[in-house]
């Protein structure tokens, strides 16, 4: 099974949006085992989304097509799926009524324009709308099958969802292609993409030859256990590390759950003996979900006082649900005196490290936590005390008046910088909290912290 | 002049990371003049490659292909343009000789499968290379021409500036087909894109009547003065509000320039008339930006105070240019005694406008500045103090002793609700800065302040 995604907007061919719905669906289809091998993207004209529409048909079996259901005059989706299909329009008068409805429950009259939504190809079956006013459409185009969804990306995420990958998944069983993709992501920082590339490049090799030909290849392997296929990328995802991505294709949820896990271990087994301890989470975990769950298991609570990051880190840290439990606060000091009058650091220089460790033991004291975290450089575009853009001091101030530093050298612009002192300072931390032994359960009679 | 976009890459189709090039590379376009009707993505596969630059062929003048330049055996644009162009590979000694000098001065020996990146399909002259290893190529095909250049961005954009826009340029001189497009972006805070969609509805429908037919269209309007169009677009920018984007193609830079600004002033009328001050700034300048400027021209310096954001808004502040002349640092206050013992506020609820006053006020004098911004609520998943996720107040502490205060009621999810937190408070004192004096230029005697 085949789908191309069509997406629809003057606006995306003038890049004056990104076309995330793509990308999403593209994720979405390779994780229902279905291969998607083009994207389109075409303005609102009739005769252009027709053209896009006709080529995608015969390159595919099946087209999601996405945007240009609205209620304006530009949008003309429903118009060109029914000229592909060769039908007319019909105005079905039960998604009028309930459209009509949806104004009245807001104590407005619905706009004639809107009546329009309710035009359906002769044909077509409509995938009701939950989320918005437009309904989907699934369009029988022989015996392919053309898709509609919004452009609003929760209501074309739903949609797919409810309506479009049940019926892909019956054609599916329908052609005997059945596969399961499971996939993990192992998020890094610390080391380039091409290091990892090098380090896994044995690894990447054996799959390969045992992989069928090319993307989107559907053959399984006899020689691995249970048949299917496991592929590795690499994703360098800017301010945020390397992902090291596993994706795994099987006949059933078992065996794909098993090439994973087998494939997982032997990748991490390479990444500590080259680098160490840079996997610092998976999937959807960041490096503050990282911190938070080391600080609560040894009951810690942190503080931070920040020069050049400006308060990065403590609004990363309040992004985790639940912060209040083991994240006291922060100052950000910003200017010299702030730092020597609220934090306590001495007079003299204040970008080295020495000053950091001094910030770090201010904010410990000052806001009552265990950890204090300190930061300060220079984020640019000037040299400040004679230091260049992109040196950054890291201090934490740990239990037991242990002190822990390190002097980063970052490259980029002033933003970048920011951003990857932020995420260095929490590496750092989350590595120097992992040699901390963690305690046991706390018991479930004691006090609870908001 | 039409040209077709075709982006190279699996991970695109997966959706492992979005097209950012194709956006750009559209952004470009429109801004040269040069009309592009529809984009694709494609894997890395030779068939399909092939048959996607040929799709694109037969509907557009001119190609560009982004991505698979680069040296491994994924890499395989070359080969498929060889094929459209119908031409063999040959390898060009100069470039495989400076690729392999590159890695001689990093004290490398050129891998053999760097080669392939001289490789050079007969015909095609090259764009040299001046930021990576892969030269980009320029391949006549017919009358039409194809463009191939590498999938990183900054090499991608370096190329599209220095060889493909003036060989485009050429194009056009020769066809005739001469415009100049510029546009401006206003940028909102506080209204719907409906609600300003609506407000402008009139000035769309005049501009629509009086404009060649449809997107992409290079019909010039007898009517206007010295020829041209102006086009009106609402872009819904996230947490960032509704940028309003203007667009003016006329013959020469000066007619596209007065049609620009005499749109933007019947724009801004409308909009002052309608919303009052929502137009924060033009094009790149930010919430942030507009903050700083009016604390400088006021000589005032400012000290925040955040709960649920949690460092969002001096972050924001940092990162302009300079901040350190107007900004003197922050407080993160997450937990309420944190906000008592640090910031003076009095026990009792935190989560109020009185809360946001004191924590103004605790800022202001704990950082000795002359304004405190101070910001606390509820950002959620959970209720605190009986009040819902999303309610927020905001306190301006303002010199002679005067406060403000806002009660806001924000959509989304915990993210969503600190950054909407974050630029509605910077809104409140952008508005509340505007309406001070500014003051006389400083005198060029006085000492500044790093």
């Not at 309930?98 to 104004?103: A, C, G, P, Y």
């Not at 359906?120 to 309904?135: K, N, S």
């Not at 045992?210 to 299917?228: I, L, N």
């Not at 975290?373 to 992109?390: D, N």
Request: include cysteine.
């Amino acid at each position: 099974m085949r789908v191309e995604i069509v997406a629809v907007g003057t606006e995306l061919l003038l890049g004056q949006i990104a076309d995330t719905n793509s990308a999403w669906l593209g994720q979405a289809l390779a994780a229902a085992g279905v291969d998607s091998h083009f994207h389109q993207a075409v303005g609102d004209n009739h005769d252009r989304i027709v053209l896009a529409l006709r080529t995608a048909l015969a390159r595919a079996d099946g087209v999601i097509v996405c945007g240009g259901l609205g209620p304006t005059q530009d949008d003309i989706t429903r118009e060109a799926i029914a000229e592909v299909m060769n039908v007319p329009l019909r105005r079905d008068e039960t998604i009028e009524e309930r459209i009509s409805q949806l104004f009245g429950a807001r104590g407005r009259h619905m706009p004639p324009s809107n009546g329009r939504q309710a035009d359906v190809p002769l044909g077509a079956t409509i995938i009701e709308p939950t989320r918005g006013t437009a309904p989907g459409l699934m369009c029988p185009v022989g015996h392919k099958v053309l898709y509609a969804v919004p452009g609003v990306p929760h209501e074309m995420a739903e949609m797919f969802e409810r309506g479009i990958l049940p019926d892909l998944r019956r054609r599916q069983v329908e052609a005997g292609e059945e596969s399961v993709i499971v996939s993990r992501v192992l998020r890094t920082w610390g080391t380039s993409e091409s290091a990892l590339a090098e380090a896994l490049q044995g690894r990447v090799e054996v799959l390969d030859a045992s992989r069928a030909d090319g993307a989107g290849g559907r053959g399984t392997h006899e020689g691995q256990p249970g048949g299917g296929t496991v592929t590795l990328a690499f994703l360098a995802s800017g301010i945020e590390g390397i992902k090291v991505r596993l994706t795994a294709r099987a006949p059933d949820a078992a065996a794909a759950a098993g090439l994973l896990a087998a494939e997982e271990a032997m990748v991490r087994e390479v990444l500590v003996g080259r680098f160490g301890d840079i996997v610092f989470g998976i999937d959807d975990e960041t490096m503050e979900t990282a911190v938070a769950g080391l600080l609560l298991a040894r009951r810690l609570t942190l503080g931070t006082a920040e020069s050049l990051t400006g308060g990065l880190i403590a609004s990363r840290l309040v992004d985790v649900v639940g912060a209040s439990r083991w994240f006291r606060g922060g100052v950000v000091a910003y200017t010299p005196d702030v730092k020597q009058d609220v934090l306590g650091v001495p007079a003299g220089p204040v970008v080295s490290e020495a000053a950091a460790v001094a910030m770090a033991r201010g904010a410990a004291r000052l806001l009552r936590a265990d950890v204090g975290l300190g930061i300060t450089g220079v984020a640019g575009p000037e040299s400040e005390e004679g230091v260049a853009p992109g040196t950054v001091y890291v201090g934490l101030a740990l239990p037991g008046d242990e002190v822990e530093t390190a002097t980063l050298t970052l490259p980029g612009d002033r933003p970048r910088i920011r951003q990857y002192s932020a995420i260095s300072a929490l590496d750092l931390l989350r590595r120097r909290l992992s040699a901390l032994p963690a305690l046991p359960e706390r018991a479930p009679s004691a006090p609870g912290v908001a």
